[in-house]
């Protein structure tokens, strides 16, 4: 019950209301004119996750899965409501380690890391194991690397936790392909610690219902991937250039 009404709450602050009593802009529309700004999206994309929320420093955002049926993107879910970074979203191009904040972007879906053996996913997957770790150590040269085993990291976040945060937990590509020092590390999707999405140190939080309902939705073959950031800075459409995004805020 709490979800339910944590998620109609938050799609009644999510509705823009003109002065002049045109339609209200709903979260989905303005997903859809999100992703038809940013028309330099990779044409092999055809599943988008759109994440934005409407005061950049805000920790709390709101996810719509779109898929593209011909050259159309088309709402498949209802307003999900997210949990960012504690201190929102930093501005393109500034996000940094330790700073609290998830990075603006287009960035490519990835490994996806999951407790249990058996899942409901086509996406492919790792079981996790008490081995497996992600790098964070900025000096390290796997910094933003997963590991399994012995690492000589000063530090890293161990992938298999106490909590269930991390049962499901996939990687949001920032900072990735190269890595570049300091800029961020460990930008996952992941699962929120209960039945509201609570802020992250620069992670997308969702609960375990819908990110299940996500797993069971993507299809490797039409390339999941993520577009998020503050909703003016997304409408700008800069965004979307995959190599500017894989060198300074695809991490």
Request: glycine letters at 6%; one cysteine or more.
């Given at each position: ?62 996810l719509v899965a779109l898929e593209k049926k ?46 249990d053996k058996d899942v409901k996913t086509r996406m492919p ?127």
């Amino acid at each position: 019950m709490n979800s339910i009404f944590y998620l109609l709450l938050f799609h009644t602050c999510m509705v823009s209301i003109s002065a002049n009593g045109k339609e209200p802009v709903t979260p989905e529309k303005k997903a859809l004119q999100i992703a038809k700004r940013n028309a330099g999206l990779p044409d092999n994309v055809r599943q988008l996750l759109v994440v934005f929320n409407e005061t950049p420093e805000s920790s709390s955002a709101v996810l719509v899965a779109l898929e593209k049926k011909g050259k159309l993107w088309r709402i498949v879910s209802a307003p999900i409501p997210a949990g960012i970074g504690r201190k929102g979203f930093a501005a393109p191009g500034a996000k940094r380690e330790g700073d609290q904040q998830s990075p603006s972007g287009f960035f490519r879906l990835g490994q996806l890391f999951c407790y249990d053996k058996d899942v409901k996913t086509r996406m492919p997957f790792i079981q996790t194991t008490a081995e497996d770790k992600w790098i964070d150590d900025p000096d390290s040269p796997d910094y933003n690397r997963h590991v399994r085993g012995e690492t000589q990291a000063k530090s890293y976040e161990k992938l298999k936790i106490r909590s269930d945060e991390y049962k499901y937990c996939m990687v949001i590509e920032y900072n990735t392909h190269p890595v570049v020092k300091d800029m961020g590390s460990a930008i996952f999707l992941h699962l929120s610690e209960g039945d509201n999405p609570n802020p992250s140190a620069g992670c997308v939080v969702v609960t375990e219902s819908d990110m299940e309902w996500l797993l069971n939705w993507m299809k490797p073959e039409l390339k999941p991937s993520i577009l998020m950031g503050n909703d003016k800075v997304l409408m700008s459409g800069k965004l979307t250039d995959p190599m500017k995004a894989g060198s300074k805020s695809a991490k």
